[in-house]
């Protein structure tokens, strides 16, 4: 079965949807909280992706371009995406939903920056990934990886 991937809505199925993922947090309720005051309209726009396997959410990422002037991560600064809160649900792992998301990222030909959580190091390695290699904002707790898009010749095995 193709594996689709989706700008999802912010609504309230969608948000009832992230419930069931492990990083349900700020963001999440922010939206929530925007749709119950009627800031965001039903169904506008959101910085989340997702697939679904019929109708439920499996698989889902934040996505968020930030432009070069704040750039603290790339030489020289550009614009670049932060992908965060990659998540796909325990009964649907291992079965390519992450490596498809990563890849749709991919596919806005930006460098990508995220901040892997603990034992996903190995899977942004396979996906072409590599450490920030000075000390850049060590403080803040963040162990950043990055992609290149120049570079997606090299890491196709």
Do not use: C
Request: net charge negative; no cysteine.
């Amino acid at each position: 079965m193709e594996q689709k991937v989706e700008k999802l809505k912010i609504n309230y199925k969608t948000l009832e949807e992230f419930k069931k993922f492990k990083e349900y947090g700020h963001q999440e309720l922010s939206m929530l909280e925007d749709l119950e005051a009627n800031i965001v309209e039903n169904d506008s726009d959101s910085p989340f992706y997702g697939i679904y396997f019929g109708d439920k959410l499996v698989a889902r990422m934040s996505l968020y371009q930030v432009q070069a002037k704040f750039d603290r991560y790339f030489e020289p600064p550009q614009d670049y995406l932060e992908l965060w809160k990659l998540e796909v649900l325990p009964d649907y792992q291992g079965k390519g939903y992450g490596k498809t998301l990563v890849e749709f990222a991919k596919r806005f030909g930006l460098p990508i920056k995220t901040n892997p959580r603990i034992k996903s190091q190995g899977f942004w390695e396979k996906m072409g990934f590599t450490p920030v290699h000075y000390d850049v904002e060590r403080d803040r707790g963040e162990n950043p990886l990055l992609w290149y898009p120049a570079g997606v010749s090299e890491q196709i095995q």
